[in-house]
Nanobody, 123 residues
């Protein structure tokens, strides 16, 4: 069982930046992609960004393009999400996920999930 551990959430003002981290213990051959999803209160979980471990190909939701960057450190088995120019609508619990064949926006493509880290952006 792969345990994903997120960190880096917090409370910030609009326009600020945050960097989320997700550690992925275990051999990376178990999964090809890692992604970030978020869920705001009363809303469904939505895709944010994903990356392929091997090729580095990235995929972003339109709502975060140009503001968020996903990248990985293969040596540390860690994926990061830097979030700039944060907006109140970015508020939610951010989940790290691993699995699938490549960067995908579909949550059902991912087998493993973390517990989530809260990101709150005040206006």
């Amino acid at each position: 069982q792969v345990q994903l551990v997120e960190s880096g959430g917090g409370l910030v003002q609009a326009g600020a930046s945050l960097k989320l981290s997700c550690g992925a213990p275990g051999p990376t051959f178990r999964y090809n992609a890692m992604g970030w999803f978020r869920q705001a209160p009363g809303k469904e979980r939505e895709f944010v960004a994903a990356i392929n471990w091997n090729t580095g190909v990235r995929l972003y939701a339109d709502s975060v393009k140009g503001r968020f960057t996903i990248f990985r450190d293969n040596a540390k088995n860690t994926v990061y999400l830097t979030m700039n120019s944060l907006k109140p609508e970015d508020t939610g619990v951010y989940y790290c996920a691993a699995g699938g064949k490549g960067p995908s926006p579909a949550h059902y493509e991912y087998e493993y999930w973390g517990q989530g880290t809260q990101v709150t952006v005040s206006s």
